[in-house]
């Protein structure tokens, strides 16, 4: 059977499986569209999270930005599973305890204050959107390349898809559908990572394959004869790092500490019955999270050391045909600066900016860019790091069946985070806006269709950044990372273990961390990206790790109002100690 037929297929039945689970778990009560009803079991729940917090950065872009960034890409490794402990450990079991719905409701119920809650939705949907159009993003380039449509048009199949299992069977429904997009992305980036890793070094599980010899005779382990391959071609070696060292330290911490304050993964230990299976729900999920985190190291290196192998030095005209096939898509491009026909690659740009191409094609067959060249290297060749994890079998010359599983795990990743984050959307809008801060004496039946059109129009506005996304999925995700850090988490923090953090507090803190960190974003990826080097930056810290001032920041004012400001009430301070003494989860429910 060809490729392209099993694509369709792997892709299809996926899909008949998400709706057919949205329709089974429909949604008939707004605790089972905030929290699934408070019942799932905490296997379940950390399969669930797993794939919630797993998304289309994690599977589809995390191994690319590895293989180009080697050491340096450490940081989300690092940042991403220590903070899903700092989560476990920190905030999960008190959330699931205080026993409510939402992120914006257990601060406003904490700060006692209707203009805390509606800071606190704001700050969500800044993190939330920021998340969602990696997520969308993402979605598009698998649909793009796979089902060979544009990549607009892939991410509106995306919002489609989306829009009928999050608004139909909200999180009851995305629970149960997020189980089995983890077993489809686990069984898809496991199954070519096993794969590759016996061609390129005999050894069939990846984790210990990248620690061995390469089976060229040529004697060397794999990371020495990267590091060789790539200072030759001019690249910097594969296992040192450029960054300096407090960048990477901000990096990791702000991935570290926004993880930990990410609405879509809290709101996940909502859903189990008691305190003690919010624990036990993060364990298993830092089991199945471990399963692809562990993997992505060796995946990024075989597929870099594959590529290079494939492309570099090799006539344009008898390129193979996965380069032709993401070429496209205008996800990799070849400028034959030289004239010689053959893909030269070393460091540097090859053009400026984005692939753009004309119409007409070159003397090789290849597609002529619009783009002005960089002609102060020698680079020929672009490639969008996205699409490493997605071509890597191609490359490989593995089996159409992988090829398509591929392709099916990928848009699992991307639409199960994508679900997650818009019931965040919905949810904090229905609940926190309308029936806790605007419109007090709504009905269930009217909060439910509230919840609904909220997250109708929150698709629209994620299918919009995912068609104009301001950077690669990965990179996109850690600003929403940095905004989480610098916004939310202190907040959750203090309210957890400070009895004396007041409302007003709470309030300066969130606002002026928010308004910090987007800002200096929005500044250097934004409105001047060419001052976006590491000599105009603060302390040298670039805008990925920028969170963590802004979380320094957000504590910082946040002390220092409060202790100049009245104490909170005595009912509240007495919620606080419910809420870490280990009795009854209605101790802590404030009712």
Not at 80 to 97: D, E, I, Q
Not at 285 to 302: D, M, W
Not at 397 to 404: D, K, Q, S, Y
Not at 420 to 437: A, P, Y
Request: charge should be neutral.
């Amino acid at each position: 059977m060809e490729t392209q037929t099993l694509i369709y297929i792997f892709v299809a039945a996926s899909f008949a499986l998400y709706i057919g689970i949205a329709i089974w778990s429909r949604a008939g009560s707004t605790r089972e569209f905030y929290v699934a009803g408070g019942g799932v079991n905490p296997v379940v729940n950390g399969m669930a999270t797993a794939a919630d917090w797993m998304s289309a950065a994690s599977f589809i872009s995390m191994a690319g930005l590895i293989a180009f960034s080697g050491y340096d890409a450490s940081v989300y490794l690092m940042g991403w599973t220590g903070g899903y402990v700092m989560l476990a450990l920190l905030l999960a079991p008190y959330l699931r305890k205080f026993g409510q719905y939402t992120v914006p409701d257990f601060i406003g119920t904490r700060y006692y204050s209707k203009a805390a809650r509606v800071v606190a939705v704001i700050c969500l949907i800044f993190i939330s959107f920021t998340y969602i159009a990696g997520q969308m993003r993402g979605v598009g380039i698998v649909f793009s390349r796979f089902l060979d449509v544009p990549i607009t048009m892939g991410v509106i199949i995306g919002m489609a898809i989306v829009f009928f299992y999050a608004v139909l069977g909200g999180m009851k429904g995305i629970t149960y559908t997020q189980v089995a997009q983890y077993c489809v992305l686990i069984f898809a980036y496991m199954v070519p990572a096993f794969f590759i890793s016996f061609l390129v070094t005999g050894n069939p599980i990846p984790q210990l394959g990248l620690g061995s010899i390469v089976n060229d005779g040529s004697g060397l382990y794999v990371l020495q004869k990267l590091d060789l391959v790539l200072q030759d071609m001019g690249f910097g070696a594969y296992t040192s790092g450029s960054k300096s060292m407090i960048d990477i330290f901000c990096i990791t911490a702000a991935l570290m500490i926004g993880t930990a304050g990410l609405p879509h993964v809290i709101v996940r230990f909502f859903t189990v019955p008691k305190a003690s299976d919010a624990r036990r729900s993060a364990g298993w999920a830092l089991i199945f999270i471990a399963l692809l985190y562990t993997t992505a190291p060796a995946v990024g290196a075989f597929a870099r050391l594959n590529f290079i192998e494939t492309v570099s030095e090799k006539d344009y005209a008898q390129a193979p045909a996965w380069f032709k096939n993401w070429e496209k898509n205008d996800l990799i491009a070849f400028a034959d600066k030289n004239g010689d026909g053959k893909m030269q690659m070393s460091n540097g740009a090859a053009f400026k900016g984005k692939p753009e191409f004309t119409e007409e094609t070159g003397p090789a067959g290849q597609r002529l860019l619009a783009n002005e060249l960089d002609q102060s290297n020698g680079n020929e060749v672009y490639v969008d790091r996205d699409i490493m994890v997605l071509a890597n079998p191609e490359i490989a010359n593995l089996p159409g069946w992988v090829i398509a599983l591929v392709a099916a795990g990928g848009l699992a990743a991307a639409l199960s985070t994508a679900a997650g984050l818009l019931l965040v959307i919905s949810s904090s809008i229905s609940h926190d806006l309308l029936k806790s801060t605007f419109k007090p004496n709504i009905s269930e039946k009217g909060e439910l269709l509230a919840a609904r059109l909220a997250a109708t129009a929150a698709i629209i506005v994620a299918g919009f950044l995912g068609i104009y996304p301001p950077g690669w999925v990965a990179q996109v995700v850690a600003f929403a990372f940095g905004l989480a850090a610098a916004s939310l988490f202190p907040a959750i923090f203090m309210g957890i273990f400070s009895k004396r953090m007041n409302r007003e507090g709470a309030i300066a803190g969130m606002v002026t961390g928010l308004v910090f960190t987007f800002s200096y974003i929005a500044y250097f990826k934004l409105m001047n990206p060419e001052a976006n080097i590491a000599a105009n930056w603060l302390f040298g810290i670039s805008p990925e790790g920028i969170g963590v001032i802004g979380m320094i920041l957000n504590f910082a004012i946040a002390i220092i109002v409060a202790k100049s400001t009245n104490a909170p009430p005595l009912s509240v301070r007495k919620l606080v100690d419910s809420i870490r003494v280990p009795r009854g989860a209605g101790d802590a429910s404030n009712h």
